[in-house]
């Protein structure tokens, strides 16, 4: 019997080796055929547990140009980051026409092919590797979770519907870091859950960069674009963003300081309640005209109907206590919901509870305080008593009403808290009080509460 020879071992070798990518291959693709076959519409339950187990630590990297004319698309680009533990096709969600995906590339620009189906991007094992990977995915933007008007759009992706607008994991365990681009027309401001790190300024339109955001659900994403005037206020140690629209100045200068002190306040109370510091880097209300709810917990954008939002100085105790309820829920969200999120969309009326119990304390919780110097009074003239309200921040309560006990009439505090109070004798009681607050009586004579 012959030996083999060196040149026929070799043989044998490369045909071996063939014969086992043949079987790698055969076996990816039946691999892919059973992924294929359990794909469905939606995001099954089965389809969620499988990338859970599967992928992490996913980032996207997002451009979209937004044009100034809502009948044009929006062009879009997404770079996703993530880890995969097992090479098994990867299955990314988008609810859109397959004509919408425009390319799907490798980092280094070469294309990936894939397979679109019932509304899920299957990329194929032997195009992706264990550990970090990177799909750059080029995509008109879907616009049935966007709200578009002639100069305003802002997206709302509650509760499922971030695959609406654009490739991703849409389920609320798989947590992202969202670093995201606008292009968008030179007249107009833009929000999202980061904070601006560059602003570029052209002829026709700017470059909003913002901040990579902490880890977030895809259904808390959002971005704002639009005609929006801003203002800002520094309360209780932190500033307070607000994004409007309200053109009655009346309104403006009687609910920006309030709206700011009501987010502080529900901030403090909930970091004292739950012991653990605001989660996230920055805070705007964003109020927008005629929205769906009454607000939407976006970190970093926070949404408000405008109508509560913005109230003249003469609205009802019930429109005040309103105000106060929305701000305080959505921000106990930050901490439920936001921070700590459900696994699962059956889980979603946990949160709510929560936010619900949390608010009542919340609005109940908050303090005035209330100081006076007694003016002695010229002859024929009454005792005038000077005094200033603060809360419990040491920020001036704006509109509360003063007025001596059991007495008639009154005033009310000034831009700075202040105000001047005709009263009987030094002897006199002071009431003061503020929808949201606990009233207070102070005695004159000691200028202090009791």
Known sequence: MPYPTRSSTKIIKNVVCRVLVVISLLLSLVSCEKEQDKVEDGVSLELAKERKANIGGVTYKLYFSIPADRSEAIMAESTIFFELFDLIPVIL???????????????????????????????????????????????????????RSDDMLYTLLVPDRCRTLMPCFDQPDIKARFKLTLKVPSRWRAVANGEPVRTEYFNDYKLYEFEETKPLSTYLFAFTVGRFSYLERYVGGRWIGIYHRETDTSKINASIPVIAREVSHALDW???????????????????????????????????????????????????????????????????????????????????????????????????????????????????????????????????????????????????????????SDNAMIDVSYVGYQSQTVKVREGKNI
């Open 270 to 424: 909930m970091e004292h309640y739950t012991g653990i510091r605001y989660p996230f880097d920055v805070y705007n209300v964003v109020a927008i005209p005629d929205f769906q709810y009454g607000g939407m917990e976006h970190p970093g954008a926070v949404y408000y109907r405008a109508s509560t939002m913005f109230l003249d100085r003469n609205a009802d105790l019930t429109a005040w206590m309103k105000r106060s309820d929305v701000i305080a829920h959505e921000t106990a969200h930050m901490w439920f919901g936001d921070y700590v999120t459900m696994r699962w969309f059956n889980d979603v009326w946990l949160k709510e509870v929560f936010a619900g119990t949390d608010v009542k304390f919340s609005v109940l919780d908050k303090k005035i305080i209330l100081s006076t110097d007694i003016i002695s009074p010229e002859q024929d003239k009454q005792m005038k008593v000077v005094g200033k309200v603060v809360d419990r921040n040491d920020e001036p309560v704006i509109g509360a009403t003063v007025k001596e006990k059991n007495g008639s009439g009154g005033t009310v505090t000034d831009i700075g808290g202040n105000f001047n109070l005709s009263v009987s």
């Open 93 to 147: 969600d988008f609810k859109e026409a397959k004509e919408n995906i425009l390319a799907v590339t490798s980092s280094d620009g070469r294309k990936i092919p894939y397979t679109f189906k019932n509304e899920h991007i299957i990329i194929h094992p032997e195009h992706l590797k264990k550990g970090r990977n990177e799909l750059v995915i080029q995509f008109k933007a879907g616009e049935s979770s966007l709200n």
